[in-house]
């Protein structure tokens, strides 16, 4: 099975296009990541795409998503590091060294640019961040960690050198959003789009008040003050409900008790 890796930019963006929603490229979620990430390459995002050859076809199956510490959007104090966003592999393309490849080209890339090393969020379990496994495969080690269950993992070019962390977070910042849902959220993944109208639509149908904050830029997102993760966020009546499969259900859930 052959494959390669294509770094994504303003060129060739509209011919190979995103890896996430990539069959539903007319819908408002891919076209606001197109946009978001067309501002991204002006800070120094990379954007790589695993590339596969199936029969006479060629479709990606897998990319990378990284960006200079500086302007990473999640709740990290790291500047002078690369901060990786996300990192996927689908399907029968899993465990095949794919991923590996994919963070090798980040780890490069970061050396070149003389970066401090590479860092990135992940999840022991029920989210969207991607597992510890696979840094740990390529030297990466853990830095700093927050409940219930996330971990900064880093691979440092140099000994001597002071790590990131996870900014400073409170639940006491929580009361300021009062009572109801509200949404923190970015363009950053184009799957939240409609993720956000459908919780509006479930809130709305209990009567509950819903509103929605969009973060502008890379400092609002790493400086939200209640999640690391600062590409989206819930909070329902001053408690955050973590971004994972199952999130509608479990809302439902809770509108359905109170």
């Given at each position: 099975?052959?494959?390669r ?36 390459f ?6 790589k795409?695993l590339?596969v ?63 401090y ?78 993720l ?10 209990k ?34 409900l ?10 439902k ?6």
């Amino acid at each position: 099975m052959c494959a390669r890796i294509i770094d994504i930019n303003e060129k060739n963006i509209n011919k190979y296009g995103l890896f996430c929603k990539k069959s539903q490229k007319k819908q408002v979620g891919y076209q606001n990541k197109v946009k978001w990430i067309k501002e991204r390459f002006k800070e120094g995002l990379r954007y790589k795409l695993l590339l596969v050859k199936e029969g006479e076809r060629e479709t990606s199956r897998g990319f990378i998503e990284y960006i200079p510490g500086k302007y990473n959007w999640r709740g990290i104090k790291a500047d002078g590091w690369m901060v990786i966003h996300c990192i996927w592999v689908v399907g029968k393309h899993k465990n095949k060294g794919y991923a590996s490849k994919l963070l090798e080209e980040c780890i490069k890339d970061a050396e070149e640019r003389k970066m401090y090393g590479v860092i990135a969020m992940t999840a022991e379990k029920g989210s969207w961040l991607p597992n510890m496994k696979i840094f740990l495969k390529h030297g990466f080690k853990k830095i700093d960690e927050l409940n219930p269950y996330y971990g900064l993992y880093a691979k440092a070019f140099s000994e001597d050198i002071a790590k990131p962390q996870f900014s400073s977070f409170s639940k006491e910042k929580l009361k300021k959003y009062g009572k109801g849902v509200t949404i923190l959220y970015s363009q950053q993944c184009p799957y939240l789009t409609n993720l956000v109208d459908d919780l509006e639509r479930i809130t709305k149908e209990k009567n509950v008040n819903f509103q929605t904050i969009l973060f502008k830029n890379a400092k609002e997102a790493q400086q939200n003050n209640i999640h690391p993760y600062g590409t989206f966020c819930a909070i329902f009546d001053g408690e955050i409900l973590p971004y994972k499969p199952g999130i509608k259900r479990e809302l439902k859930n809770l509108l359905n008790k109170k």
